[in-house]
């Protein structure tokens, strides 16, 4: 029996919206191998964090003990791997998130379990399943087979849709063994950036802006305010200190998929794009006629972002 | 400090890459090979805290004899031997048995920290780190980072970047997560994986290139090693992406709005 196991991620008892993305690629796994599927929520308090999942009509293993209060790999990887051969799990899918990055090798060398990263699509026929992800920094897409009895897997967020909430699921609490003293690593702290805007991943609309921006960002995050969007940079911007890392859209930093991306400032270098280019309708507004980006935007502006962006500003608040 | 970093010879992320067309690899005719440029930033952080610290850098990598040209690389930068797992045949190592060879080459090195690019730019498989500090049983900290902006002393010790304890007992590290930057402390022996903005790694001198053809390479066969070497991950076959198509240009403001308002209904 080839039983799924979907991990899902918390942050303080709330669910992280990437686990929906590995609840539909486990459902479809589930019913391509005719094997059951589980979630797992992990933590210290996050009884509420598993309702929420299971609201999305899952059974969840809900593993809630004090060692887990923090995502240390070592205590997670461990209680992953334990709950997976409890569960008879042959697939483990996570989200390709850092938490996801960071905890499911761990978990999946434990088990002797081969694993892909950033997985875009299931792929192969019927039973023989084989994942679809990308290499070379989105250069090359490669259909692979895992070919270790138990197999693990994160998929990008951005390429599956969302599971929606539906009827009979339930949260099962479940006993993980995992001994405190064999956790070597120490939490110290999260820094977190704070904003009032949405997350890169989960947003509607994302402005972004790069070297063009010439370090001032004032249109860009201007634009991104008027339409509740997220604010996302080229890696120029970031390398040069002009912003956060945590906005930087590309293979290096967040793949977004977004209802409309708008690239202020930006060239379009084959690394940012590999971020960007699942958005619904591309944006581009750059002085530089010749600017790759313009190769795959869907509405092009040769302009100076400096007044191209406040005029477009001008005409949303017009109507 | 004894610290072991690894390195991968990878395609030239600047070269074009192609897929061949029966699809089971790329072309290779006239694309440049060099070392991975997150690994490059491992070897750096390693020289940085042999400089703070003392010790040694050992680089280590699997491979033919096009792999000893990066270990030569990384002895250019300033480590101070190398370490080469021979591996004959065609595509890199998987993580799972990468994870396994490197392991072994730990065992016998015994160094106090593990320093590696938080992935390869071929595979961008993003495990061989995680893998190896599972196999061996030691703490790990994924994505370690730095803001480089960070000017005060007071501002630098809370966001370490990797930095050891004055009692040499245990690392600090700040690892990019999504929202943030998370601390760890961890008890050496440690594995460390690095992420782009860490540092900015330094160029090889001419006489660190001279220098580095007389440091020693240490061979050793991946057969001799006891480990399984049959691949977890199969590559079945290689796709070129979906090309994503231009549109229009529009003329001004007026009219990108427009097609945004009316044709994409976006806004």
């Known amino acids: ?30 019913r391509r191998t005719g094997g059951a599927l589980t979630a797992l929520v992990m933590g210290h308090g996050a009884g509420s964090a598993a ?58 060398v434990a088990l002797g379990a081969a694993m892909a990263t950033d997985v875009l699509a299931l792929a192969g026929e019927g039973s023989e399943v084989l994942l679809r992800r990308p290499m070379w920094a989105g250069n090359v897409l490669a259909e692979v087979e895992l070919a270790t009895p138990v197999k693990a897997f994160t998929v990008r967020p951005t390429e599956f ?10 949260v099962v609490p479940v006993a993980v063994h995992v001994d405190p003293a064999r956790v070597r690593a120490r939490f110290v702290a999260l820094h977190e950036v704070k904003s009032e805007r949405p997350e890169l991943g989960d947003a509607r609309v994302v402005v972004a802006g790069g070297r063009g921006t010439k370090g ?10 008027d339409l509740g969007a997220a604010v996302g940079a080229s890696r120029a911007a970031v390398d040069a200190g002009w912003v956060p890392n945590d906005w930087q859209v590309g293979q290096t930093g967040k793949v977004v998929a977004p209802d409309l991306y ?10 940012h794009v590999a971020g960007m280019k699942g958005s619904r309708v591309i944006v581009a507004i750059n002085k530089d006629a010749d600017a790759p980006v313009f190769q795959i935007a869907d509405y092009g502006l040769v302009a100076d972002l400096f007044q191209a962006v406040p005029e477009l500003r001008s005409k949303i608040a017009g109507g | 400090m004894k610290i072991l ?26 694309v440049n090979y060099k ?17 703070q610290h003392g010790g040694e850098v050992i680089v280590a990598a699997i491979g033919g004899d096009p792999a000893i040209t990066e270990l030569r690389a990384a002895l250019a930068m300033g480590a101070d031997r190398a370490v080469l797992v021979r591996l004959a045949g065609g595509a890199p190592p998987d993580p799972l ?80 997560v999504d929202g943030g930057l998370e601390v760890l402390e961890l008890p050496l022996p440690a594995v460390v994986t690095v992420d782009l903005r860490l540092n900015k790694p330094r160029f090889a001198s001419l006489p660190g290139i001279m220098k580095a053809k007389k440091k020693p390479v240490r061979e050793v066969a991946a057969a001799s090693l006891d480990v399984p070497l049959a691949p977890g991950v199969v590559v079945r076959r290689l796709l070129e992406p979906p090309k994503r198509k231009g549109g229009v240009k529009v003329q001004d403001v007026a009219e990108l709005w427009k097609k945004l308002h009316e044709e994409a209904k976006v806004l």
């Open chain 2, 97 to 176: 048995v990468a994870s396994a060879l490197l392991k072994a080459v730990v065992e016998e090195e015994k160094p106090d920290l593990v320093l590696l690019g938080k992935q390869a730019v071929d595979d961008d498989q993003n495990q061989t780190g995680q893998m190896l500090a599972g196999r061996l049983g030691w703490p790990q900290a994924t994505f370690a980072s730095k803001q480089e902006s960070l000017e005060s002393e007071a501002e630098q010790k809370r966001l370490p970047g990797v930095a050891r304890a004055a009692d040499g007992a245990s690392v600090r590290v700040a690892r990019e």
């Open chain 1, 216 to 225: 001032d960002f004032g249109p860009i995050t201007a634009l991104a305010d």
């Open chain 1, 262 to 271: 708008v690239a202020a400032g930006i060239s379009g270098a084959i690394q």
């Open chain 1, 51 to 108: 309702e929420e999942l299971a609201a999305h009509g899952v059974t969840v293993q809900l593993a809630d003990a004090p060692v887990l209060e923090h995502p240390l790999a070592e205590a997670h990887a461990a209680a992953l791997a334990e709950v997976a051969t409890a569960s008879a799990a042959t697939w483990i899918v996570a989200p390709a998130t850092a938490y996801g990055k960071d905890v499911v090798p761990r978990a999946a």
């Open chain 2, 35 to 51: 070392l991975n440029p997150f690994d490059e930033i491992a070897v750096e952080e390693g020289l940085r805290l042999r400089e």
């Open chain 1, 1 to 30: 029996m080839a039983n799924v196991l979907v991990l899902a991620e918390q942050s303080r008892g709330r669910l992280r919206k990437p686990s929906l993305a590995p609840l539909t690629a486990g459902r479809e796994l589930a």
């Open chain 2, 5 to 30: 970093v690894t390195v991968k010879r990878v395609e030239d992320p600047e070269s074009k890459i192609k897929v061949r067309p029966d699809g089971l690899g790329i072309v290779t005719d006239g």
């Open chain 1, 161 to 170: 849709a969302a599971a929606a909430q539906a009827p009979g699921g339930s």
